[in-house]
């Protein structure tokens, strides 16, 4: 039972590892020339500390030798999960491509939403509204999309999102 | 190796120096600041370069400078890679198979399409070896029935008008909207268009420290400009880039895929060489030859 926690807590280091790298290369988050890709995406701090938080929540609360009762193997267990829902925050990306012509909501790499602009066409007819934890992005004709955003140490930050996104001419309602 | 002569674009000598250069050796080569910039009389012909095997870029450029006795070489448009590229890309350090690669805007040699994929909302350059002017640019796929033919780029000046992120207007005139087509009414006192690309390449996190490939055309001089500003070689704003163009009269101007992509070859020197990701991984370059 112990070999399978290890090997599941090496896979999951070794996994996050790897995707924060790649998060942390301009060129792989582009998907190629990144001269007109703007990212708005965790900072690499923030992605290691909460893998480090994880890595060792795992490994005092679940793997430490220790009798537990049932209330205290719960409340270990529901800590893990916080950490590991704080580095699942952490896959999270949005992208406004001017090499695509689109803005790109994108967790672990995999594109979920998207919505087209036309480069040469009027910005303000993008508009975004501010939500307690997202921002809502719409178009005139009805497409739209929704980016979780949290505070500006963790996952996409509200205030740099919003900060492109009025830098690029969209509208605030 | 030439070196090149040192000399602003904001000069009044900057046409007398490109004048006498192009006199003595058949193009002028200038670096204004961090900016190179290697000046042709138009009759100077578009060589689209492809990498069409898994070798590196710059081996190509090398080869195909000394094989076609190309005067200058820079990189062309942005691209993406399929996903045949990411999982070549992601396994080994060897270039990238030259299919996993997806050019923005087409390439067009001799009126056929031999790469990329069409741009229909961004900008080309055109050359023309029958019909006048030469070089010719503007909105839309790069035209096929030009002799050579880039799309994909960006927006700097377009038959005059300086582009930029937003709109501006004539000093005194009604404002009208700041991004997008402005009414007829306004449009007659329009300074600047706006652009989205143009925005995107100046909110890249490296600028204004970003480099930047363009090309530039002056229909009173009939001269042909490549513009290079290496990566990581100072601060040059877009718009700033933009203005030393306005100022030395170019009237038409586009920008390429910049970043550490940038690249430049004069006479089988390199001026700007590629990072090695965009080494591995870019298909097509601009060469040029009388």
């Known amino acids: ?173 | 190796m030439t070196d090149p002569i040192a000399a602003s674009l904001r000069s009044s000598h900057f046409w007398t120096i490109v004048d006498e250069s192009i006199k003595a050796n058949t193009y002028a080569f200038i670096k204004d600041g961090s900016v190179f910039c290697v000046v042709f009389e138009d009759s100077i012909k578009m060589v689209p370069i492809v990498r069409t095997a898994e070798v590196m870029f710059t081996s190509v450029v090398r080869s195909e400078s000394r094989s076609q006795k190309l005067l200058a070489i820079i990189n062309a448009q942005v691209y993406g890679m399929n996903a045949k590229g990411i999982a070549d890309y992601a396994f080994g350090d060897d270039p990238v198979t030259p299919e996993g690669i997806d050019p923005e805007g087409v390439v067009v040699r001799n009126g056929g399409i031999v790469a990329g994929t069409a741009a229909p909302l961004n900008f080309y350059v055109a050359n023309y070896t029958k019909k006048q002017p030469k070089y010719q640019f503007g909105f839309g796929a790069a035209p096929t029935d030009a002799s050579a033919s880039i799309g994909g780029a960006g927006p700097l000046i377009i038959n005059g008008l300086p582009y930029g992120p937003i709109n501006q207007y004539k000093a005194g005139a009604t404002q009208g909207r700041l991004t997008g087509q402005p009414t007829p009414e306004n449009a007659e006192n329009l300074t600047q268009r706006s652009n989205l690309t143009f925005t995107a390449f100046t909110e890249h996190s490296a600028a204004p420290q970003t480099g930047i490939t363009a090309i530039a055309y002056s229909s009173r001089k009939r001269k042909l400009a490549l513009l290079v500003h290496p990566d990581r070689s100072g601060a040059m704003p877009l718009s700033q880039f933009r203005d030393k163009l306005l100022f030395a009269g170019f009237d038409n101007g586009i920008f390429l895929d910049g970043s550490d992509s940038s690249m430049l070859m004069v006479e089988n020197t390199f001026y700007s060489q590629p990072a090695r990701s965009k080494d591995k991984t870019n298909n097509i370059g601009i060469g040029f030859k009388y």
């Open chain 1, 1 to 173: 039972m112990r070999t399978l926690h290890w090997t599941l807590l090496a896979s999951i280091a070794l996994v996050f590892s790897l995707l924060f790298v790649a998060m942390n290369t301009q060129f792989i988050v582009a998907g190629g020339s990144d001269s007109l890709e703007v990212v708005v995406k965790p900072s690499a701090l923030s992605q290691w500390v909460t893998l480090t938080l994880f890595f060792c929540s795992y490994f005092f609360f679940i793997l430490r030798k220790t009798r537990l009762s049932p209330l205290q193997k719960n409340i270990n267990i529901i800590l893990v999960l916080f950490f590991f829902a704080l580095l699942m925050l952490n896959s999270h990306f949005f992208r406004i491509s001017g090499r695509e012509n689109k803005l790109v909501d994108s967790w672990f790499f995999i594109p979920t939403q998207s919505i087209s602009f036309h480069p040469s066409g009027d910005a303000s007819q993008i508009k975004y509204s501010i939500q307690r934890t997202a921002i809502h992005i719409h178009t005139v004709d009805n497409t739209s999309m929704t980016v979780i955003t949290f505070p500006d140490f963790l996952g996409v930050s509200k205030h740099e999102l919003q900060a492109k996104l009025n830098s690029f001419g969209f509208s605030m309602e």
